[in-house]
């Protein structure tokens, strides 16, 4: 396959796909696609808040007394005015204050008020009052309704804006209230909101069973235990991310009709120290009112990490949370009917302590589906879209090896996407190839326009691929060759198609595919007299990255011994790690070093071979790419596998 010649591309990142052989600069390999709390806020940024807060406050003071006034519409008018409307009889009733004096008047302001308000000023204002037959009524020194008013109203206001505004406010940025930082922060599903079964978890069938029992257990734990059996206190669910871990333990809840609480391994930890194992201790005591339940904590790595020696030592906040979490797992009797379900992707990293018996008991593998799980997988999922008839789900199982559960699932939502973007009514076999090539090598680059001598050197390039893979045993079938540009510099690709799920390679297997990938690089050397270009640096890099495990992993070499130089890889559910260093002396190095170049000049060499003897089929595949673009094995047969694979031929 021929990538971009350009410096700066390198391989978008996403998963792995182990069966299908991809070449070009986004064909290799492609890693996988969380979030961090809010750093702490600085003391000058406190202050400030105070001081807007005390503004705020004294401006909804200020609009709640305006809008009292509003309200009850009085007119405050001077004291001699209010001598002057007594002189004139215009009032009929007084309340009188100790300092003040509120009335109201016999006909209204020309603004429409009759209530006024004044401060009072003559202290000899009965007798006038009197000889104009003025009611008065005295006040007490002060009125209760309204200092309860002036009071409570604001604070009442002020508590709606804290409980609705500002405390939520402080909830999305993890702080939380004073009174529940130390609460568990769990999502609590009821046995009606779970809604999952084991109908809805297909191509994990060993997982499945292994998890029966614990249902049997949470549905009748007397029964379950008349033989003296107890139920394992913890189950670990270990596997790539996407197979289904947290579907499974969802799955169980459902099935045994009991609550689920879940809850990332990262809720746990907080910048206050001492939170982590307070929320740990009520996670539980709430599991126990609610038992028989299920605790489930997804990415429990991020909690159970391995415990070093570090400035903080055993007073880290981590550490102190990990404890609790061991100490509640010792603490609480399984036939209460408490069950902790955890889920990790990288087991090796957890601490010795957290999976020892007594606490995680069972450790579950949720692996990558086969071809009959991904056919079971594709089931549950296509049901949700409209199919056309004819479509072999069992073809596009074999199209996915290196699937997992959520990938098969993007698989059929793209599908029913370029289905409905050609405005079709029903997704066909069709859709679902270009949904699997957009996945795989990515999307097409309909703007990128190649110069002729350009695409002529891209035609040759994937058709040595091609015809090197229909021509060697061991190797997939080739599905597909395209010139079309995809990604972010794949200038072409080649599909294989596996025929089965393979988990065993021998030593002439992985020869083989190092000599595909180097046929991109031996048809322009063939065709262009020697010369070659940078489209091959992927090619190059995943060839030496097969040879390099052959010879420093697999024992593959007899120069070099049949021992493994390279170290375990830091993530074994991650397959395809390249070794960052190898365990050899400088001399063992070199030889090392030797034994990789002559795997991948060998292989070279046996890719010129076939291409000399196939160049007219070269050419004329190039001239069919160069017209169509793209070619399958019924359009040119020539790149048909014309042997059987190897492990049939074995047979």
Known sequence: MLDKPTKDTEPAPGWRLPRFLRFGDNGGTTAQPKTTKPPREPEERKHHFAVWYVFAAFLGVMLIQYVWLVLTQVETVPYSQFEQLLSENKISEVLVGQDTIQGTLKEPLPDGRKLFYTVRVDPALADKLKAHGVTITGAPSSNFLSTILSWALPIFVFYLIWTYGIRRMAERQGLGGLMTIGKSRAKIYVETDTKVTFKDVAGVDEAKYELQEIVAFLRDPKSFGRLGARIPKGVLLIGPPGTGKTLLARAVAGEAGVPFFSISGSEFVEMFVGVGAARVRDLFEQARKAAPCIIFIDELDALGRSRVSGAYGGYDEKEQTLNQLLAELDGFDPTSGVILIGATNRPEVLDPALLRPGRFDRQVLVDRPDRTGRLQILKVHVAKVRLADGVDLDQIAGLTTGFTGADLANLVNEAAIVATRRKADAVTLDDFTAAIERIVAGLEKKSRVLGPAERGRVAHHEMG????????????????????????????????????????????????????????????????????????????????????????????????????YAPTPPQPLLAGVVPERIDASDATEREIDIAVRDLVAKAFGRASDILRSRRADLDEGARLLLTKETLTADQFPAIRSIVQPYSSAAK
């Open 465 to 564: 691929h091609a015809l090197v893979a229909a021509t060697l045993p061991g190797v997939d079938p080739v599905h597909k060759v395209s010139i079309i540009p995809r990604g972010v510099g794949a200038l072409g690709y080649t599909m294989q198609r596996p025929t089965e799920d393979r988990f065993l390679l021998g030593r002439e297997e992985l020869e083989n595919r190092i000599a595909v990938l180097m046929g991109g690089r031996a048809a322009e050397a063939l065709v262009y007299d020697g010369e070659v270009s940078t489209g091959a640096s992927d090619d190059l890099q995943r060839a030496t990255q097969i040879a390099v495990e052959m010879v420093t992993r697999y024992g593959m070499n007899e120069a070099v011994g049949q021992r493994t």
